[in-house]
Every structure is written in C-alpha cells, then in structure tokens.
C-alpha cells in the first residue's frame, strides 16, 4: 500500500480551500470522511487590526511534516494537507488549514485534532498583535489551554 499523501505549505499568500479538498479526494474512491478546519484572524472584540505571523523558515516545514506523518501513523488517515500562513493578516484572513481523509469520520476528526493541537504547541510559529488603535501589541504568549489540549494525545 502506497502512503498516504502529506501536503505541507508555509506561505506568504492565502489558500485556496476547495483546491486542497479537491487534490485529497480527486479520484478517490476509499474516503468515506473529510474533515477540515480553517483559522481565521479574529478582531478580538475590536482591539486587534492585525496579526503578524512570523516562522522559522526550514523549521517550520520540517516540524509540520513530523506533525503531519505522526497524524498520518496514529489515525490510519488517507491524505493530509497542513497550509500555514505568515505575515501580517487582518481580521477575518485565513492563517492555518488542516484538511484530513480518512475511510471513517472519526480518524479523520482525531487526525485534524491531532495537527492542531501539536501545532499550536510545537511549530515554531509566532504571533504579534497590531492594536486597532494603532500601537504595536506584544508576542502572543503560549497557553496553557493549548498545552492541555495536546497532553490528551500524549507525546509523539
């Protein structure tokens, strides 16, 4: 059995949803579940006018791509695409999508969950914020939310 297809991208420009879909389940005949999950900027009830996302170029790839087989190894997934932009963003711009395949709804749920989850913890993306009132906001820190949600998966 061949592998399973693993699209990693990290870009300056915004993705196209539908083209991803259509590059995991073109032709396909086993994928009963299609999962995808789309960030978004948000405004923060108005306070933000940006978000700068900065990555460490090679890195970032290299650690999205372990993300990537180790969600591919545990939930038995068909295909996988990881797109994480970085630059500045406004509000309600694409930042991240994760688009996963699976012959069941459910591995192709835990699969999404799964990348988010090490992804927000361990790629080594980071966010500035850009204050609507025209002063530079700080590094966002890291959350202890996102290190609980990825201790349910356990270490990979």
């Given at each position: 059995m061949a592998a399973a297809p693993l699209t990693i991208r990290v870009q300056r420009e915004d993705f196209d949803t539908q083209a991803a879909v259509h590059?995991?389940?073109e032709g396909r005949r086993d994928v009963g579940a299609l999962v995808t999950f789309t960030g978004l900027c948000r405004d923060e009830a108005g306070a933000l006018s940006a978000l700068e996302l900065e990555h460490y170029p090679g890195m970032a790839e290299a650690e999205l791509k372990r993300i990537g087989e180790a969600s591919i190894s545990r939930f038995s997934l068909l295909g996988l695409t990881i797109i994480h932009r970085y630059g500045r963003m406004q509000p309600g711009d694409q930042i991240v999508l994760?688009?996963?395949t699976a012959p069941h709804r459910q591995a192709a749920f835990d699969g999404a969950n799964f990348v988010m989850d090490y992804l927000?913890?361990?790629a080594p993306f980071w966010k500035k914020e850009h204050?609507?009132?025209g002063t530079e906001g700080g590094w966002?820190?890291?959350k202890d939310?996102?290190?609980s949600a990825r201790a349910r998966w356990k270490d990979v």
């Open positions: 590059g995991l389940t994760v688009a996963a927000k913890t361990s204050a609507a009132d966002v820190p890291a939310a996102d290190d």
